[in-house]
């Protein structure tokens, strides 16, 4: 294929990929956020890591939806990606005052948890940069495939609730057409056996556990990130995201986790789990199930 070609080709596939994003935003509209949209953090940070203070005093039903939120912002120059090879990838949280965050409040032990997932829900990556002097953070992204993906920057500011803030990247090549979404609780990873049970009902909290066996025998997974496992959880549709970690601090088998969904919809679900040293990550994906209602107090996770 001659030079010229190769380049037509190039941004032709730029152009679908960068396109999707618009599409599915157009096709699943805004999220009521009542009449405080400015305001809150994540989706079950709310309630979960105790009173908020004065700035966010209202969270959104759902985290990761908007790039700036409260003043603060999710900035980046690499929105194009490199298929299929590690690729560094750097980027700044403003604040209000609209120069780097450098005073953040640590979050199971990291000062913030950078999260990739693809808009078919198939690709997923949980990383943690690094912070310079100057407050721009840095990492090495995991090989991905051509296809359109959100970021996510969670985070805490000091003095301020939670944040989960979001942007669309892309990584240019065919993108093969997504296959429908079904139903999967149980996923093999590294010889590990992972099952996820338990309903996820929508627009309330709802209690999952998940399970790692390995030749059959149940798997107490090590601390990681200050818990047993940690699990992430993003809708279908408009990539809406949920964060939400275990029940039950200590590992001791069974990993216990409560859900908020904020809608009825198919979540993908990803839980990170270290054991012998390496940590692991079983995906799963789940639609919600019976009637909505109310979420009590917050969980105190």
């Known amino acids: 294929m ?35 949209a400015g305001s809150g953090g994540g989706a079950d940070h709310g309630g979960g890591h105790g009173a908020a203070p004065a700035t966010g005093t209202r969270p959104l039903p759902a985290g990761g939806l908007l790039v700036s939120q409260d003043g603060y912002t999710f900035r980046t120059g690499d929105r194009v990606l490199a298929a299929d090879r590690p690729v560094p990838f750097a980027f700044r949280i403003e604040g209000p005052d609209g120069r780097p965050l450098r005073q953040y409040q640590e979050q199971h032990d990291r000062e913030l948890h950078l999260i990739v997932v693809s808009r078919d829900l198939a690709e997923f990556a949980h990383v943690h940069p690094e912070r310079d002097a100057g407050g721009t953070w840095s ?21 301020h609730a939670p944040l989960t803030l979001g942007i ?36 309330g909290s709802s209690e999952v556990t998940v399970t790692v066996r390995r030749d059959g025998q149940v798997v107490t997974t090590q601390p990681y990130l200050g818990a047993a496992g940690h699990l992430v959880a993003v809708r279908d549709g408009d990539l809406a995201y949920l964060h939400v970690h275990p029940l039950d601090e200590e590992p001791a088998g069974p990993v216990r986790f409560a859900v908020e969904a904020p809608s ?33 107090g917050g969980h105190g996770h």
Do not use: M, N
Not at 140 to 159: I, M, N, S
Not at 168 to 197: I, K, N, S
């Open 264 to 296: 009825r919809g198919t979540y993908g679900l990803y839980f990170d789990f270290l054991h012998d040293g390496t940590v692991r990550t079983a995906a799963f994906t789940v639609a919600t199930s019976g009637t909505p209602r109310a979420a009590p």
């Open 168 to 203: 669309d990247l892309a990584v240019p090549g065919p993108v093969a057409a997504p296959a429908p979404l079904v139903q999967r609780r149980h996923a093999e990873v590294d010889g590990y056996d992972v099952t996820l049970d338990g309903d996820v009902h929508p627009a």
């Open 2 to 36: 001659r030079a010229a070609s190769r380049v037509a080709s190039f941004g032709l596939a730029l152009t679908a990929v960068l396109g999707a994003g618009a599409t599915v935003g157009r096709a699943v509209g805004p999220i009521d956020v009542g009449d405080d």
């Open 139 to 159: 990492v090495e992204l995991p090989p991905v495939p051509p296809g359109a993906y959100r970021a996510y920057a969670d985070f805490q500011p000091a003095g």
